[in-house]
Antibody, heavy 117, light 112 residues
Framework: EVQLQESGPGLVKPSQSLSLTCSVTGYSITSNYWGWIRKFPGNKMEWMGYISYSGSTSYNPSLKSRISITRDTSKNQFFLQLNSVTTEDTATYYC???????????WGQGVMVTVSS | DVVLTQTPPTLSATIGQSVSISCRSSQSLLDSDGDTYLNWLLQRPGQSPQLLIYSVSNLESGVPNRFSGSGSETDFTLKISGVEAEDLGVYYCMQATHAPYTFGAGTKLELK
């Protein structure tokens, strides 16, 4: 069974970087695409970006140059880094598998990240 | 970016009632490859989102067939034929035809 689990700090100070890990079991990240999605307080959902089976990436332009998604295939993990965070980055962050039909079929349980001094 | 407008924002239903949720797109979601990448997800309280329907009308494996999706171009509908208690939560449409992928604002399904 495909399982994803996010991990990382729940509290980040403004202007610092947010770093999260998504650990995948039951499926290799060298297949399919792997994405990050966040849900803000109040239900709004935002697609942040993804990394492909080959390591190429695609990002939401709204995040401009603040975002980076990388991976470690030896550990079957992929990572999110979001730089220069503000309080507006407070959200629950999810990692998910993106299929060839462009849907997110497996999701992690989510990690709540608060940006606050 | 493509804007997805979901209506209604809140839906109250009794068990067994059939309900529909609308998702309207600011642009056609028909891709140049001939597919339409419009998906429906449900987020139950305290859980991660769950894929229900992909590519407008395809039922995800394991999802009950009381859920169905329809539509084309810019107008899409999710129908639940006989609401059950486990269906309560927030429903989202999501498009993946145009980058960046975008989500509707959500429809909260409550028990009446």
């Amino acid at each position: 069974e495909v399982q994803l689990q996010e991990s990382g700090p729940g509290l980040v100070k403004p202007s610092q970087s947010l770093s999260l890990t998504c650990s995948v079991t039951g499926y290799s990240i060298t297949s399919n695409y792997w994405g990050w999605i966040r849900k803000f307080p109040g239900n709004k959902m935002e697609w942040m970006g993804y990394i492909s089976y080959s390591g190429s990436t695609s990002y939401n332009p709204s995040l401009k140059s603040r975002i980076s998604i990388t991976r470690d295939t030896s550990k079957n993990q992929f990572f999110l880094q979001l730089n220069s965070v503000t309080t507006e980055d407070t959200a629950t962050y999810y990692c998910a598998r993106l299929t060839i039909t462009r849907d997110f079929d497996y999701w992690g349980q989510g990690v709540m990240v608060t940006v606050s001094s | 970016d493509v804007v997805l407008t979901q209506t209604p924002p809140t839906l109250s239903a009794t068990i067994g009632q059939s309900v529909s949720i609308s998702c309207r797109s600011s642009q056609s979601l028909l891709d140049s490859d001939g597919d339409t990448y419009l998906n429906w997800l449900l987020q139950r309280p305290g859980q991660s989102p769950q894929l229900l329907i992909y590519s407008v009308s395809n039922l995800e494996s394991g999802v009950p067939n009381r859920f169905s999706g329809s539509g084309s171009e810019t107008d899409f509908t999710l129908k639940i034929s006989g609401v059950e208690a486990e269906d309560l939560g927030v429903y989202y449409c999501m498009q993946a035809t145009h980058a960046p992928y975008t989500f509707g604002a959500g429809t909260k399904l409550e028990l009446k």
